[in-house]
């Protein structure tokens, strides 16, 4: 299935949006989309991945976008998916998700109209319609299998197997532990395994409360219950979100005996213990702590190093790439990156991005920077004198040149891109930048900003100039990152 049409020029694709617009109000023109993901990313990322992606179908607060494996919608969503998400919301404010489907063997080069969506795959795709279904989407790559074991999440690990090997007569099973250290991750496990013969239902608190209200709103508050009573095991996550609206919290309290009276189990997931729980009626709480509570700590040193070494090898075995990250760069990394599994991984994604766009494994330097938003690191080797003096040298104008007030354009263009490259690397005020370029007021600097953004726009020449700057200021490299 073929969506997006290439040999349109983006003037044209412009167009189509009007002309579809006019037509029908949301419909998104995903090439237009992509071509703005591609100045945003730069050419590489965009041929690599962005290009990639097909978008199958839109629903009114989430879209549904196809690509070809299970490991480009991974690379994808761990890398991407924010600033997908960000410049389609620019076009459809209420889209709030994106949900990928895995369409193999694509015949890219077969001529097909924009929509043309065969038959069999509407069918496929229909069952995301059934928003009941929705809740059982088991996540296939996180398993028992891959799920590391060191004695920070030993004990959680090990109650969550005895609930799918049945001795557990620990019910429920409440999990807690902070952000990213693998309480969904043994949610879908024990739900993978389980759902080999059994019922399984796996639900984030805050779909059960979206669907519990719906259901009030179309009278279909019999088939909701039904639904919920009748699995034989109930995953929960992040019942932390779950607050408030004492009705539904009432039909939750019930489903729960129910549930429990005819020996299904529960396993709940949540980042604090049952009685930290806010506005959560006490009765609730007190049925989650009669179970088994275990809790995740933070990672210890070692796990952390298994968890690198691991998703390495991970990376070594999918691209057969001799991905030889130094023990200096693993040492620092997990020594940087203590608190959170999930971010870890993402470091690890992005030195494996990094070295596959250019070809070579980032050095401790560029590693930091790669990693500076997850390190918050408080040296930056991005300063104002840098930046001057790398935009100087590739306008071949003089430092002086650019700080003099004089006005000629041949000047005016270069200051002010130093000064909106300043100004998106740095973290420096508006006044402060000011002050760098003599003494020039704040208001000349929004607009020396205010300039280049909408020339980045408009003139692809600019554009590019602008991201090489970006590239050589940050990694020594001319090309896009
Ligand atoms: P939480 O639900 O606690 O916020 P997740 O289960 O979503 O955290 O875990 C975050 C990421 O870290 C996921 O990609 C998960 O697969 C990974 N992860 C967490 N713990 C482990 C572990 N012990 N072994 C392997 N991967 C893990
Ligand atoms: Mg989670």
Not at 195 to 215: C, G, P, W
Not at 295 to 308: A, F, G, H, N
Request: aromatic share 10%.
């Amino acid at each position: 299935m073929i969506i997006y049409v290439s040999g349109l020029s983006p003037k044209k694709k412009m167009n189509n949006t009007i002309i579809n617009k006019s037509i029908q109000k949301t419909n998104l023109d995903w090439s237009l989309i992509q071509s703005e993901l591609k100045s945003k990313l730069g050419t590489n990322i965009y041929d690599s991945w962005i290009k990639k992606i097909d978008l199958v179908e839109e629903f009114n607060n989430y879209i549904l976008l196809s690509v070809s494996t299970r490991f480009i919608r991974d690379w994808i969503t761990s890398r991407y998916l924010d600033q997908i998400l960000q410049t389609i919301k620019k076009h459809k404010k209420q889209i709030i998700r994106i949900e990928f489907k895995i369409i193999e063997n694509k015949e890219k080069n077969e001529k097909k109209s924009t929509f043309s969506i065969k038959k069999e795959e509407i069918d496929k795709v229909s069952f995301i319609k059934d928003s009941y279904l929705q809740y059982n989407r088991i996540d296939p790559n996180k398993r028992f299998t891959n799920f590391f074991i060191g004695s920070s999440n030993k004990i959680a690990y090990e109650a969550s197997l005895k609930v799918t090997e049945n001795t557990s007569h620990y019910n429920p099973l409440y999990i807690y532990g902070g952000v990213g250290l693998g309480k969904t991750h043994l949610l879908n496990s024990i739900g993978h395994e389980m759902d080999k013969n059994k019922k399984v239902m796996f639900i984030s608190a805050e779909r059960f409360m979206y669907q519990f209200v719906k259901s009030i709103k179309s009278n279909d508050m019999v088939k909701f219950k039904e639904f919920f009573r009748n699995t034989d095991v109930l995953l929960i996550d992040d019942i932390q979100f779950m607050n408030g609206k004492e009705v539904m919290q009432e039909e939750f309290f019930h489903t729960f005996n129910a549930l429990l009276d005819k020996g299904s189990q529960i396993i709940v997931s949540a980042d604090r213990p049952p009685n930290k729980l806010l506005r959560i009626q006490e009765r609730i709480k007190s049925r989650f702590s009669g179970g088994l509570v275990v809790d995740i700590q933070k990672p210890e040193y070692d796990l952390r190093k298994k968890i690198i070494d691991h998703k390495i090898t991970e990376f070594v075995n999918l691209y057969s790439d001799n991905l030889k990250i130094s023990e200096e760069i693993k040492d620092f990394i997990s020594n940087k990156i203590t608190t959170n599994i999930r971010e870890l991984v993402g470091a690890i994604n992005r030195i494996v991005s990094f070295s596959r766009i250019y070809n070579k494994l980032p050095n401790l330097a560029e590693t930091k920077i790669i990693l500076k938003d997850l390190l918050n690191l408080s040296e930056n080797n991005v300063t104002i004198d840098s930046i001057q003096t790398i935009v100087c040298k590739f306008f071949k104008i003089s430092k002086n040149e650019m700080l003099s007030s004089r006005r000629s354009r041949y000047l005016v263009r270069p200051r002010q891109t130093a000064i909106y490259l300043t100004k998106i690397l740095t973290t420096k005020s508006l006044p402060e930048i000011g002050r760098e370029f003599s003494n020039r007021d704040h208001t000349t600097i929004i607009h020396s900003v205010k300039t280049i953004e909408k020339l980045r726009e408009k003139d692809p020449s600019m554009n590019d100039n602008i991201n090489k700057l970006k590239n050589i200021i940050l990694y020594n490299k001319e090309n896009e990152v």
